[in-house]
């Protein structure tokens, strides 16, 4: 089928009135100007492809809307599948924790993280967009080693991020602030939030932590994945994780860490709820700012899907290669750094995984196709006889 009359946003250029020809769920013909007999006219707006997310933390608030309140597991996904798909995602690695010392209680217990696993795993044939699993992996928590591995060997995880929220450096370094965060969070006493924070720090000095940290690495290099650090915060830090074998360098903390990662030829990746906002909620690098400095590759949902459109326009606004640039990091970019060859460009060959956005003052997603079918549409695109062609 033809979609006919959009503004295509291509790998390198924005075409008016542009065409796409979809065949057996894969874009087949690209024409620069409207075509005779389009099933779906798009009436200028814009087509780009669906955007790959490489973390999101969503399925966690699905599960445990409010402390104490948890969900099961199946319906929390597929309530997650329907709004992603409405966010025009149509590739999500859904991050999940193990992290039995997190503010999130029992929902990053090993139990419920290698049950989420499983459930994604187990339905994802029949959810409306490809979800996939990313694994981050606190490298303090080594008893959560033997689950992680134990699912690496499985192949239940796609992706595996390293992560160390040992307070006094990466996304913590102000412990001052931090206990005062924990004490809020919890409702506790600072004293006692501060006595929760030395004993984390106090973790950290256990000879088995780089024992089992090379164990879980070796493993993830093994079975092909894409290695990412997590809150890289100085020079020294990022060397270490590519030393280690990292290629993506999730949320920097500080510019001189995202400058060292994309010297070090690392993918950078980034919030797109920050790009929107133009600052971390953490207060630390700006996407905006890495944007403007030529070291922002790729965006991620973290923890708002819906970001992720408006974020990739304040993008367009700031990055040298204008929207085209600011698309990729959020599809073609995202995609690559995963390993993924087949999706994320409006190109013949590639999965026809695409969203259709209105522009205006609040950009609207119209529609979203997974390989050539919709998984979400408002309505407003097209005729009911388009479904059934």
Known sequence: MWLGNFTLVLPNEVVNSGSVRVEDGMIAEIRTEPVAGAVIDGGGRLLMPGFVDLHGDMIEREIAPRPNAQMPIDFGIHELDKKLAAAGVTTAYA?????????????????TTSAIIEGI???????????????????TNIGAAPTLERLLKADEIDMVSLTD??????????IAAYVASISERRAISEEMAAEIVRKRIAM????????????????????????????DDSVGKVAEMFDLGVTISEF????PAAEEARRRGLWTLMGAPNALRGQSMSGNLSAQDAAKAGLLTVIAADYHPAAFVPGVFKLADVSAGGLPAAVAMATGNAARSAGLTDRGEIAIGQRADLVVVEKGDVHRIRATFRAGRFVYSDGTLHPLRALAA
Do not use: M
């Open 204 to 231: 950290r000095d256990n000879p088995e932590i780089e024992v089992k940290l090379k164990e879980i690495v070796s493993l993830s290099l093994q079975h092909g994945l894409s290695l990412a650090s997590h809150d």
């Open 95 to 111: 991050a999940v924790s193990f992290a039995t010392e997190s503010v999130y209680g029992n929902v990053r217990s090993l139990e």
């Open 252 to 255: 920097p903390v500080t510019l």
């Open 121 to 139: 795993n187990r339905l994802r044939d029949n959810l409306l967009i490809d979800h996939r699993v990313h694994a981050r992996y606190e490298i």
């Open 165 to 174: 929220h040992t307070p006094g450096q990466g996304q913590y370094n102000n």
